[in-house]
């Protein structure tokens, strides 16, 4: 009997886990074209900064967002140290990092707004005002 529980609680452990992994969504305002995800990496790294003649504008969350970690980890391929590392070398070149806002809110906002504005944030923010140009789930 006992046996049977332990299954039984680890299958609903696993699949609680499973159904509520946090999924991400990497948005745009509505007139931007659709984007591969090397694209958006080279935006948010400021390597590109016209698409179609239209500039972009990439959006960060703060750097102490969990979101914004998820990203730069899973979409940028960076930890904290080599984009630091990054920007740092980038200054002296005259670029700077991409606007940081305070809250997922505040970027929805502002890509619903902005032609060329691109950030991310959790998929349970995202509505039609915005378009999606990639999803990720926190694996």
């Known amino acids: 009997m006992t046996t049977n529980f332990i299954k039984f609680f680890l299958l609903c452990s696993v699949l609680c886990n499973f159904s509520y992994a946090d999924e991400?969504?990497?948005v745009a305002n509505k007139n931007m074209k659709e984007l591969s995800l090397g694209e958006i990496?080279?935006?948010?790294?400021k390597k590109i900064s016209f698409t179609n003649d239209i500039k972009v504008i990439p959006i960060?969350?703060?750097?102490r967002?969990?979101?914004?970690?998820?990203?730069?980890?899973?979409i940028l391929k960076m930890n904290l140290i080599k984009l630091?590392?990054?920007?740092?070398?980038?200054h002296y070149l005259g670029r700077r990092p991409?606007?940081?806002m305070k809250s997922q809110e505040a970027i929805k906002t502002f890509v619903k707004k902005v032609d060329g504005?691109?950030?991310?944030?959790?998929?349970n923010n995202v509505d039609d005002s915005v378009k999606i140009l990639y999803k990720w789930s926190d694996e």
């Open 84 to 90: 630091k590392s990054y920007w740092t070398k980038q």
């Open 41 to 45: 990496k080279a935006i948010f790294l």
């Open 65 to 74: 967002d969990a979101v914004r970690s998820k990203f730069e980890q899973q």
């Open 24 to 26: 991400y969504v990497i």
């Open 117 to 123: 504005a691109i950030g991310y944030m959790n998929v």
């Open 98 to 100: 991409p606007i940081t």
């Open 60 to 63: 960060n969350l703060s750097s």
